[in-house]
Structures are given as structure tokens and as C-alpha cells.
């Protein structure tokens, strides 16, 4: 399996801040790998450095072997991209918009006809083509946002959080349609910050946090992480802060999170944890509105590795 | 291509933006309309004009243009003429930018031509762009000529009555010379620099309101850059095979693509409309082209030196405003006082609009105010879009 992309000890700082921190992974052939972290992290800086917007200060990209620059033109023409906005035309119809990018690609004539027919099929909007795309709905604008990136039928598509903002019907159809793209075998580069898309897209997955990478591997890796640590979270009223330090001292507890307006506690054996907890509350007078017990997830890496939620 | 899809792809954009269309084609036509009535029966007869130079191109050198030196530089019009000598050369050149009125000419052999008895033309060059001032220029022209022809008519009276006159004496009187000889010929020829054709209101400001609001194309284009980088569609350019020069490159021909188009409409609208006459159609082209060139060159300039695209588009704005009026879209050059036409020079509207008046009038194309216009889009585009590329 050849390695479509390479980073390597990416660091790239703004004035004072410095935005991501010797950041390295590979993507092989026909992979999807997922870029999870919360707002903040530098997935997007990163997604930058490989596209070749952003000029980094350490390390190096290669893209099917040849150096990604911001004048590396021929190096381009293997990525597609998928900005974070919906990068288009709202004044133009779909197909003009597809027109426009697939010509700047150096596509022509029947050939570049026959691939806007394609990528419009694709993402299932052939019947609205010659609709202006400011009548277009936020979902079917992201879905034509798709479309220009694989007209010139690319090697390797990087999506910068491509379901932002979107209705629930609109992301479905969204995540299947990179599904079945990476099912044909192209390789993709995905960010978010919903965990669950990346469980559900990536084979790989690299856990980014204040610019670094804190976690990288297939998502069962790193579930392995917390091991068989479930998460209970409650929403609780009538607490005080130092009631975290009484339920971590109990046996069956790991870990005890404060979050929003109740608390995510970590147990491995949250059936037992419970009846425990319970009687915490009830000599506090803390009353708990609400119970949710979920298995290890992404976001549970997460919080184990961070201390806090994806979304904070 | 690329540059040229990026052009095409601005120009449909244009020409899908009705608040830009409103803009750059209906507020310019409202305004022609309403100035062109407002001043349409005032124009030709503005009373302020101030005191004015008046070039005196004297090739003569002989006692007739003595005499006429020292009328012009009587007391009676020092409140309004202000006489220089200039050669025939700088003359011509200083009423083709607006520097000078009018000019009176006096020819070679005008003395002796008047002396013995020959035809003897004294000429007047006006700007046909200006209404008053060569008018008063003229007025005094003949009122020298008028002086000698009545001065002959008393002569000849006098020598036909048998009163003894020397000739020395007629000579001691100057401009009597003539009339001695009795054979005198003078007669006043006053020509426009041009064709002497009339630029009326309609004309005037349908010049003016072309020129201000081609101007307005360049705001239309700094929003263009800034939308493109607001939307991601210039990060999505550079992530494709498109260098940043080649964007910037498209984006100048496209807005010069918007400018020229907005500069046909407007002159087939007012030519239909005001039936208003630009003069011939290949060089009013030739110069709306230089014209929109120089103004993309301009805005492109203010992109690379503004970074932020909000404050960028409120500074050509008000830029536009200063050069419109400087450049006389909004009160006639005419008007302006000297100094005025001096500083007016530092605005491409004034390039412009002088290189359509004079197109107007029957003058031939002005390679000046083309070279003038073109050097400054070429530098605009030059710096702009190294600079821009280099950001």
C-alpha cells in the first residue's frame, strides 16, 4: 500500500500562539483518516499546511510523493478540497459554479461536461444543476462544496469539518456520500469536531489538542486507551464542587468530570458505581434530574486524555 | 485561462448583482438627466469667471503687436486679463489642458502685411471646452480690430476733407498706420482649437457622470477581492492549480471587462437618449479603455495597500468623491480656477473627462491623456498585483 500523504513535524506559530506543534502522520492509499479535536486545536492550521495555503514553519508535507507548496501546481492536482465555509458562487447555478472550478483545473470541453454530470449525480443534486445556489438549502450547498472538489478526480480529498451547520437528513446523505467515495478507494483526510462522524468514517484517527497530536491510532486503539471504562453523566442539582472528591473516592469510580451543569464520571463498572454514587447524593440532598451511562467512545478518549469534552 | 475563466466568471457576477447594476449604470443616467436640465440653460452663461490668463502668441514683432501688448495690459482689464507670452506650440498645448482660455495670435508680417495693404488675419484659439473666458478673449480681439478699422474711417475722412497729415505723424499714432495707407484689411478670425463644436450640458455631464461612476467600478472590484477571500473561493483557487497572480490578473481584466461595458451602455444610452455626441466612436473606445484601465490599476493599488478589505473599500469611496470632483464631473472645468487646474492633474478623472471633451469638440485623439491614463494602469496593476501576490 503506497502512502498518498506525509506530514512531518509540522509547527506553524501565530505572532505569540503557537498553533500546532510537530505534528507528523501518514495516510496511505485508500485510507480515511480522521482529524478529531475541539475547536481550537489546529486541525484546521494543519489542514492549511496541507493543502499548501498556509507556509509552515517547521517540517514538510508530501502529497503521492511530491512536495506540497503553495506553488506546487502540479502536486495540487492530486487533492481535492473541502473548505470549512461553502466555498462558491451563490450568484451562479451549481453547474456554472462546477463550470468554473473544473476549468480551473484544466478540465475542457465534453470531458469536463461529462465529470460535472458526474459529481452533480453523485451528490444527488443533477435535478436542481441550474439552480442559483443562493436558493440552495445549507445541506444541498455543502453537498455541491463536495462536488468541486472531486471534479478533477483527485487522489487524495481533505474535508475541513464538511458537515458544519448542516440538518441532520443533509449530513446523513453527506457522510454516506464520503463513505461510498472511499469505498471506490479514494483516500480522505477528514476533521471534525463530532466524534461520531470520525467513528463511523475513519479507519485512523489522530486526536489533536492545543496543537499536537495526543492520540493516534484505529478507533478500537484508541478505545484500548481507557480500556473498558464506561461513562456515567449525570445532571444534577443542589451540588457543591467538593462533591467530585467524595465520589472519586469511591472504589468503583476513575474519574469525575465536571460538566455543564452536572457531572461525567468514569467507571468500570458503572451497574455498581451507581447504587454508590446514589448514596452520596442522598446524604448531600443532591438531586439528580438525569442519568446517561455510554460506552468508551472517542469522546471518552478525550475527556481521559484531556480532562475535558470534545465540545467544551 | 485561468485568468480569462476568472474574468468571465466576474463579469457574470456583474452582470447578476443588481445593486451593483443599479450603481454603476442607472444612478449615473439619473444624474445626467437631472444636471443635464438643471444646467442646461445656465451653462453658457455662468457670470463668475475671475481673472484669467490669456496667451498672446506674438510672431509678428512688429509696432501693430506692440500696440495691441499694451492694450491688453491696460488698466481697464488688469481686474480680468492676466496677458503672457507664449510661443504658438505652447499655446496650443496649454489650451489643450485646460491650463489657458484662449490665445490671440498675431502672425508673422501682421504689421507690415496691415501696412501695405495685404489681408491680415488676427487669430483667436479658444477652448471649446469653455464657454466665457474665450468669449471675453475674443470680444477684446475685436474690439483692437474695430479700434483700427474706425481709426482708418477717420483718416480717411480727414485726408478727404485736405487736412495736412505726415506721414510721420500717422506713424506716431500706431495703430493709424494702417489707415493711412488706406488700404487696410483687418479682419478678426477666431478659431476653436477644435471644430468649434458646442458642449452643452447633456454632453458635459454625460462625460462626467461616465468618468465619476467608471470609478465606482473600481469599489465594485475591491469587493469582489474581499467577497473571494470571505467565501473561501480564493482558498479554494489557491488550492488549485491557479497561481495568485493569475488570479489577481484575472480579477484586473475583469474589472476592466465591467468598466468598459458600463462605459459602452452609458455612452449608447446617452448618445440615444440626449442624442449627445461624443465625437468618433473608435477613439472615444480607445480612451474609455485607457480610462478603465487606469482606474482598475488604481483600485488594485488601494487592495495592496489597505489590507483590510472593509476600511480598502471605504477609502476609494471617498477617493472617488475627491477625483470625481477634482477631475470636473461635478462642476465644469471651466470654473475652476487656475490653481485649481493644476492640482485637478493628480486625478484620473480630470485625465479622462479632458481627453472626451476634447474628443468632442473634433479634436484628434489625445495621445497625452491616453499615455497618461494607460502609464498609471499599468503601474496600478504592476505594484497592486506584486504586492497582492506577495501577501
Known amino acids: 500500500m503506497s502512502t498518498v500523504l506525509q506530514v512531518s513535524r509540522l509547527s506553524k506559530s501565530f505572532q505569540q500562539l503557537q498553533a500546532v506543534k510537530e505534528v507528523s502522520f501518514s495516510v496511505q492509499a485508500g485510507e480515511a483518516f480522521g482529524l478529531l479535536g475541539p475547536n481550537g486545536a489546529g486541525k484546521s492550521t494543519t489542514i492549511g499546511m496541507i493543502t499548501g495555503l498556509l507556509r509552515p514553519d517547521v517540517g514538510e508535507v508530501f502529497v503521492c510523493g511530491e512536495k506540497m507548496a503553495l ?4 502536486t495540487k492536482q492530486y487533492l481535492g478540497y473541502v473548505p470549512q465555509e461553502v466555498a462558491l458562487y451563490p450568484d451562479l447555478t451549481a ?130 486507551i481507557v480500556g473498558e471504562e464506561s461513562q456515567i453523566t449525570m445532571q444534577l442539582q443542589n451540588w457543591q464542587a467538593d462533591l467530585a472528591d467524595q465520589l472519586l473516592a469511591l472504589p468503583t469510580v476513575t474519574r469525575v468530570t465536571a460538566q455543564g451543569g452536572g457531572l461525567a464520571i468514569a467507571s468500570s463498572n458503572p451497574s455498581l458505581a451507581l447504587g454508590s454514587i446514589a448514596s452520596v447524593f442522598a446524604e448531600h440532598d443532591v438531586i439528580m434530574r438525569s442519568v446517561e451511562i455510554t460506552e468508551p467512545t472517542l469522546e471518552t478518549v478525550f475527556l481521559h486524555l484531556t480532562g475535558r469534552a470534545l465540545r467544551d | 485561462m485561468q485568468v480569462v475563466w476568472i474574468a468571465l466568471k466576474d463579469l457574470r457576477l456583474a452582470a447578476r448583482d443588481r445593486t451593483g447594476l443599479l450603481l454603476l449604470l442607472v444612478m449615473p443616467l439619473v444624474l445626467i438627466t437631472v444636471l443635464g436640465f438643471a444646467f442646461g440653460g445656465a451653462f453658457a452663461s455662468r457670470p463668475a469667471i475671475g481673472r484669467f490668463e490669456v496667451g498672446v502668441v506674438d510672431q509678428d514683432g512688429g509696432q501693430l503687436a506692440t500696440a495691441f501688448w499694451d492694450v491688453l495690459q491696460d488698466e481697464s482689464l488688469q481686474e480680468l486679463l492676466v496677458p503672457t507670452t507664449l510661443t504658438a506650440d505652447a499655446a496650443n498645448e496649454a489650451i489643450k489642458t485646460g ?205 495592496a495597500l489597505i489590507p483590510n478589505r ?52 473634433g479634436l484628434p485623439l489625445p495621445l497625452v491623456n491616453i499615455f497618461v491614463l494607460a502609464a498609471t494602469g499599468l503601474i496600478g496593476i504592476t505594484l497592486g498585483t506584486w504586492r497582492l501576490a506577495r501577501g
Open chain 1, 95 to 224: 453547474r456554472e459554479n462546477l463550470m468554473f472550478w473544473g476549468r480551473l483545473y484544466g478540465l475542457s470541453g465534453t470531458h469536463l461536461q461529462a465529470r460535472v454530470a458526474a459529481v452533480l449525480e453523485l451528490v444527488g443534486l443533477a435535478d436542481r444543476a441550474g439552480h442559483r445556489v443562493a436558493t440552495y438549502s445549507g445541506g444541498m450547498k455543502r453537498r455541491i462544496n463536495i462536488a468541486a472538489a472531486l471534479l478533477h478526480e483527485p487522489r487524495l480529498l481533505v474535508m475541513d469539518e464538511p458537515t458544519v451547520g448542516i440538518d441532520a437528513q443533509s449530513r446523513s446523505h453527506i457522510l454516506e456520500t464520503v463513505k461510498e467515495l472511499n469505498r471506490q478507494g479514494l483516500t480522505i483526510v477528514y476533521t471534525s469536531h463530532y466524534m461520531e462522524e470520525v467513528e463511523l468514517l475513519c479507519d485512523r484517527v489522530a486526536i489533536m489538542d492545543q496543537g499536537s497530536i495526543i492520540a493516534l491510532g484505529t478507533v478500537a486503539e484508541l478505545r484500548q
Open chain 2, 99 to 303: 491650463k489657458l482660455a484662449g490665445a490671440i495670435v498675431i502672425p508673422p508680417n501682421f504689421t507690415s502685411d496691415v501696412l501695405g495693404g495685404q489681408t491680415a488675419n488676427l487669430k483667436v484659439w479658444r477652448d471649446p471646452g469653455q464657454q466665457l473666458r474665450p468669449m471675453i478673449i475674443e470680444t477684446v480681439a475685436q474690439s483692437f480690430v474695430d479700434n483700427l478699422l474706425a481709426t482708418r474711417l477717420v483718416v480717411e475722412e480727414a485726408l478727404r476733407s485736405g487736412q495736412n497729415i505726415e506721414p510721420h505723424e500717422i506713424e506716431s499714432l500706431g495703430l493709424q498706420i494702417a489707415i493711412e495707407m488706406n488700404r487696410v484689411k483687418v479682419r478678426l478670425q477666431a478659431d476653436a482649437i477644435a471644430s468649434g463644436k458646442h458642449v452643452d450640458s447633456f454632453l458635459y455631464y454625460a462625460i462626467g457622470m461616465a468618468c465619476m461612476f467608471l470609478l465606482f467600478s473600481g469599489s465594485l472590484g475591491l469587493q469582489s477581492i474581499a467577497s473571494e477571500e470571505r467565501r473561501q473561493t480564493l482558498a479554494r483557487m489557491m488550492v488549485s492549480p491557479t497561481a495568485k497572480i493569475r488570479f489577481l490578473l484575472g480579477k484586473s481584466l475583469g474589472q476592466v471587462n465591467i468598466a468598459v461595458i458600463q462605459f459602452v451602455i452609458l455612452y449608447l444610452v446617452t448618445r440615444l437618449v440626449f442624442q449627445t455626441d461624443w465625437g468618433s466612436p473608435l477613439a472615444v473606445m480607445l480612451l474609455a479603455l485607457a480610462y478603465a484601465f487606469a482606474v482598475t490599476g488604481l483600485s488594485m493599488l488601494v487592495a
Open chain 2, 310 to 361: 472593509a476600511a480598502a473599500v471605504s477609502a476609494w469611496s471617498i477617493g472617488v468623491q475627491i477625483m470625481a470632483a477634482l477631475g470636473g464631473s461635478m462642476v465644469p472645468l471651466s470654473q475652476f480656477p487656475s490653481f485649481m487646474l493644476k492640482v485637478a492633474h493628480i486625478s484620473p478623472c480630470y485625465w479622462g473627462l479632458r481627453g472626451f471633451l476634447d474628443l468632442a469638440t
Open chain 1, 71 to 74: 506553488d506546487a501546481h502540479r
